[in-house]
Structures are given as structure tokens and as C-alpha cells.
């Protein structure tokens, strides 16, 4: 079975810094690309970022580009993402994923 579980967020003042991470199990890691996904109160789904499998590309949505980064670590089965300067913009539930199947998402409230 297929298990993907956030953590890493919280309430942090505008401008601040938060590190996501989301453990994968049930599946072969190293063979997908895994992306990150966020969804604000009221709002529909944006996807934020991507990495691919093996040669770890990575691509962002235009809103976090220069602000966030994806990583992943295929000896622990977690992909990441550190956020930087974040905005009150960036509120949301924040879900990783692979392929269509998500975790239950960690709460990021950006708020002074």
C-alpha cells in the first residue's frame, strides 16, 4: 500500500522559513518522480513543484520559483521542500504526491 506522510508545518511570520518533508513507502522511490501540491482555503489545488526520478530535475511553479526547493533523498524514501520568504500567499494544505495519490497534507499558515 502506497503511504505518503507530510510534517514539518506550522505558523511562521511573513518572510520566514519552513522545511517540509514527506516520507514515502510502499512503492520503489527511486523509480518516480514525486511533486508537491497546495491548497488554499477556498481555493482550488496548484501544483508547486516537481523532481524527477534518477537525475533529480526539478521544476517549480512561477509563484515559488527563486523561494522554494525540492529535494529528495532516495536512501531515506523522502522528498522535501524548504520554503524561504514566505508570504501570506503561501497559506495553505500542502500535499505530497506521486502520480494520484497524495498524503493527508501539513498545514502552513503564513500570518504575523
Known amino acids: 500500500e502506497v503511504q505518503l506522510v507530510e510534517s514539518g508545518g506550522g505558523l511562521v511570520q511573513p518572510g520566514g522559513s519552513l522545511r517540509l518533508s514527506c516520507a514515502a513507502s510502499g512503492f520503489t522511490f527511486t523509480d518516480y518522480a514525486m511533486r508537491w501540491v497546495r491548497q488554499a482555503p477556498g481555493k482550488g489545488v496548484e501544483w508547486v513543484s516537481s523532481i524527477s526520478s534518477k537525475d533529480y530535475r526539478t521544476y517549480y511553479a512561477d509563484s515559488v520559483k527563486g523561494r522554494f526547493t525540492i529535494s529528495r533523498d532516495d536512501a531515506k524514501n523522502t522528498v522535501y521542500l524548504q520554503m524561504n520568504s514566505l508570504k501570506p500567499e503561501d497559506t495553505a494544505v500542502y500535499y505530497c504526491?506521486?502520480?494520484?495519490?497524495w498524503g493527508q497534507g501539513t498545514q502552513v499558515t503564513v500570518s504575523s
Open positions: 504526491a506521486k502520480d494520484n495519490i
